[in-house]
């Protein structure tokens, strides 16, 4: 089963409204980050979160994570069509990554 | 300055021909990964180079997919005797890897990938 596994695995919002997105994993992690693709291609970093941060932010991109959960969260403010993507989470264990499959975020204008 | 690049970016083969494809990662990264996605899947790790460590293959399906690092730079991987589920998006990233002696993976910069189709 996948390490670190996205919820939920499909979002629709208006334009302008907020979107999150989880990712859950299983075993402790040296950090975890946020990916975003377009059209099956072209992976995108976001944001990197290291296990003992708690939030990070980037732009209209808040990550927070809980290391006692074991879950992280992807809040995108504002959501803009363009953010019509897939995010994916990835965690880091020994410097090998694990992915998981995916939230797809659909933003209607 | 120039990022992952990836050939070719489309591959159409027929079942039981072999197979390269080739990843240029970001001059100085120790790490080199490949990936492959199948149509509204997530990534698939398949194997990971780190320095001059042995790398770690546990991801790769079968015996019939292999990959080489020469010189610590670019990087192929090859699928023997093609079949028709190894249609897939193959993709390779890399990053800084091993950083003043631990083990930091840092971020992970992706190439646009190669699509492979196996008909």
């Known amino acids: 089963s996948q390490q670190g596994e996205e919820d939920p695995q499909a979002l629709s919002i208006q334009e302008g409204e907020n979107a999150t997105m989880n990712c859950s994993y299983k075993t402790s992690i040296n950090n975890l980050q946020w990916y975003r693709q377009n059209s099956g291609r072209g992976l995108v970093h976001l944001i990197l979160i290291r296990s003992n941060e708690r939030e990070k932010h980037s732009g209209r991109l808040r990550v927070t994570l809980d290391t006692s959960k074991k879950s992280s969260s992807l809040l995108i403010t504002a959501s803009r069509a363009a953010d019509t993507a897939s995010y994916l989470c990835a965690t880091d264990i020994a410097g090998k990554s694990t992915f998981g499959d995916g939230t797809t975020l659909t933003v209607k204008p | 300055g120039a990022g992952v690049s990836q050939s070719p970016s489309n591959k159409v083969t027929e079942k039981g021909k072999d197979v390269e494809l080739r990843c240029d990662p970001i001059?100085?990264?120790?790490?080199l990964y490949w990936y492959r996605q199948s149509l509204g899947q997530g990534l698939e790790f398949l194997i990971y180079f780190q320095g001059n460590s042995a790398p770690d293959k546990s991801g790769l399906p079968s015996d019939r997919f292999s990959a080489e690092r020469t010189g610590g730079s670019v990087s192929t991987l090859t699928i023997q005797r093609t079949q028709q589920e190894d249609s897939a998006v193959y993709l390779c990233?890399?990053?800084?890897?091993?950083?003043?002696?631990?083990?930091?993976?840092?971020?992970?910069?992706f190439g646009p990938g190669t699509r492979l189709l196996v008909l």
């Open positions: 001059s100085g990264h120790t790490a």
């Open positions: 990233a890399s990053s800084l890897g091993v950083v003043r002696g631990r083990q930091d993976q840092e971020t992970q910069y």
